[in-house]
């Protein structure tokens, strides 16, 4: 049975820091590029950050570059975002997805965590 559990969501003030958490179980965790998505009521669901197994390289939304950062510690089969200097447009439900990883690419074969929900508001 195929896990991913996510945590760290909350409130924070405009300029804060919240950092999301994803623990996955019951695939081979190296295996998958990590994926974190933001989903806002109205608007389309957004790709935020991406780290592959292979080698950990990693890509960003334009929106967050320089703000966020994703990680992963395979041992632990967690992915992590960290958000710093956060704004009320990064309000969101924010997912983590695990994609099968073929050859540093992602499948589209993948699973997702159940949301945790991002609120920056002053």
């Known amino acids: 049975q195929v896990k991913l559990v996510e945590s760290g969501g909350g409130t924070v003030q405009p300029g804060g820091s919240l950092r999301l958490s994803c623990q996955v179980s019951g695939l081979f965790f190296s295996s998958y590029v990590m994926r974190w998505y933001r989903q806002t009521p109205g608007k389309e669901r957004e790709l935020v950050a991406a780290i592959t197994g292979s080698d950990a390289s990693t890509k960003y939304a334009d929106s967050v570059k320089g703000r966020f950062t994703i990680t992963r510690d395979n041992a632990k089969n967690t992915a992590h975002l960290q958000m710093n200097n956060l704004k009320p447009e990064d309000t969101a439900v924010y997912y983590c997805?695990?994609?099968?990883?073929?050859?540093?690419?992602?499948?589209?074969?993948?699973?997702w965590g159940q949301g945790a929900q991002v609120i920056v508001s002053s």
């Open positions: 997805n695990a994609d099968l990883e073929v050859s540093g690419i992602g499948t589209g074969l993948d699973y």
